[in-house]
């Protein structure tokens, strides 16, 4: 499996393009960060899942493909992923709290 990219963000005070590598808008200077976080949790989560499989932590692996799907189910790498590990729709996964998750 391989990383899925993040689809282009519109800065939403001047509509242009964000700058993937600052996740600022390049005219206004507004920062995007907190917009691309928000708008692809599913994607940043499926991701670090795979980093954590590659590390052998299978049950943090698990937790964010869970939680990657639950944030976009139409993600299909992380479906694709899960379907190949047997584990799509285990109940009772632990998910690991993303960063500013409040109680």
Do not use: K, W
Not at 82 to 103: I, K, Y
Request: charged share 25%.
């Amino acid at each position: 499996m391989s990383t899925v990219s993040l689809p282009e963000v519109l800065c939403p005070l001047c509509r242009v393009p964000a700058d993937r590598q600052s996740l600022g808008c390049p005219s206004c200077r507004e920062d995007l960060g907190v917009l691309f976080r928000l708008r692809y949790a599913g994607r940043i989560d499926y991701n670090r899942a795979l980093e954590a499989l590659a590390a052998g932590d299978a049950a943090l692996g698990l937790g964010l493909l869970h939680r990657a799907l639950e944030a976009e189910p139409g993600l299909e790498p992380a479906r694709e992923l899960m379907e190949s590990l047997g584990v799509v729709g285990s109940p009772g996964a632990v998910l690991p709290q993303r960063e500013g998750d409040t109680p």
